[in-house]
């Protein structure tokens, strides 16, 4: 009887074999921990391009704009507006305090782990920033125009025509208190929808007839294209050029 063929050895026993099988999982886990980083740059990359030039979440900290939005809304802005798409009047912006607009900041400096966690809800707009400068109103008049509250049966008037204005909080008229302005050359005059509890260009103005009030057109920061939170209050802000502003005609000048 011939001798029995040799079994070959195990695959595990052969050399270099466990070498191989050790090497395999952590060749995987870096492969996997590489994606990861890459795509967690990426985003991270992204979310600054969106933020940067095209749209930012910003928390509305006040109830200034009643009942359009309320306070702790988040509302999504477009930044391709006033550039390259210009604003219009009924447009709902976010600007810089053009000066002394909002009160100083009296919050204490965070430190540690609760500074980046609030640094990050904040570049989400899911917090305001404590070192916030920044306003948002609706769009009135925009340069050039004569804007004027108000009429003897209560209306504001923009360039000689009256408008009915339906954004307004429900009980407030367009103004509890008289003006007649003129919009500077590049500027907004800018009011909030709760006339009777905003501190709005009306406030800054000091008789000058909108030299001080106005805001500068190159301080707004976008338009508020949307309210993203709560989830129960989404909704889309549409714009009021082609409804209250629909008969208001160019300035004269």
């Not at 640094?119 to 920044?134: E, I, Q, R």
């Not at 006339?195 to 805001?215: E, F, I, L, T, W």
């Not at 057109?217 to 209050?233: C, L, N, S, Y």
């Amino acid at each position: 009887m011939s001798d029995p063929k040799p079994v070959a050895e195990p695959a595990e026993q052969l050399p270099g074999a466990s070498h191989q099988r050790g090497e395999a999982p952590r060749s995987h886990f870096a492969h996997v921990l590489r994606e990861f980083v890459i795509v967690v740059v990426l985003a991270l990359v992204l979310s600054l391009v969106v933020k940067t030039w095209l749209m930012q979440a910003f928390y509305i900290p006040s109830g200034s704009m009643e009942d359009t939005l309320v306070q702790g809304d988040r509302v999504v802005v477009s930044k391709l507006t006033p550039t390259p798409f210009a604003l219009e009047r009924g447009d709902i912006v976010v600007f810089e305090d053009p000066g002394q607009w909002l009160p100083a900041s009296t919050a204490e400096p965070l430190t540690g782990v609760r500074k980046n966690l609030h640094d990050g809800l904040v570049f989400v707009g899911l917090l305001p920033s404590d070192a916030d400068n920044h306003l948002i109103k609706r769009v009135i008049g925009l340069p050039g125009d004569h804007v004027v509250c108000c009429t003897k049966d209560g209306k504001l008037t923009v360039n000689g025509v009256a408008v009915t204005e339906p954004y307004l909080k429900s009980g407030d008229a367009p103004s509890n208190d008289p003006f007649d302005i003129t919009v500077p050359a590049g500027k907004v005059w800018v009011m909030g929808d709760h006339r009777s509890n905003s501190g709005d260009s009306r406030y800054h103005d000091d008789n000058s007839g909108g030299a001080d009030g106005s805001v500068a057109i190159d301080r707004v920061v976008g338009r508020a294209v949307a309210v993203v939170w709560p989830f129960t209050d989404l909704a889309w802000l549409g714009q009021q050029a082609d409804t209250t502003f629909a008969k208001v005609p160019e300035p004269s000048s």
